[in-house]
């Protein structure tokens, strides 16, 4: 992680999912965890016993990702739209047009996106493209299957 701090925009929804799984790591999976190790230290050599090994990779991964949650937690900008913008903010539900079909987008930070539910990161080459748009316009979006065309028919 650099020293440079990014914003995390995310739904308030999404912030409260982090605090539980925040709050399942430090009250119940990191406890467990060092039971597991103190139970493998208690079996003797430790240089072959592959179950303290096991278990202290897995409470390796369960603080780091403690610290991860912290960081994006303590970045985090809740998204609230309104539905009155007239132009495509983060948060933002749009429907858009391309190539004759009919796609509806939810603009979400990147801890959210899930483009197979439609929901596109705000820093995606499509989301970002949609950014400060308004209905009716129409861009061009380079995507890793060639340009395509999208006219923006409403923001919800």
Known sequence: ??????????????IEDLK??????????????AKRIDDARQ?????????YHAA????????????????ILSNAVIIEHDGKHKIVTIGSQITVKTKGIKKEYSIVGAQEANPLAGKISNESPLGSSFLGKKK???????????????EITDIH
């Open 136 to 150: 009716g316009e129409k861009i061009m979006v380079k995507l890793p299957a060639g340009v395509q065309e999208y």
């Open 43 to 51: 079996m003797g050599d430790l240089s072959e016993n592959a179950e």
């Open 1 to 14: 992680m650099s020293d440079e701090q990014q914003i995390q925009y995310m739904t308030q929804d999404k």
């Open 20 to 33: 539980r799984e925040l709050q399942k790591l430090k009250d119940e999976v990191i406890p467990s965890l």
């Open 56 to 71: 202290r990779e897995d409470m390796s991964w369960a603080q780091s990702r403690v610290q991860e949650i912290n960081y």
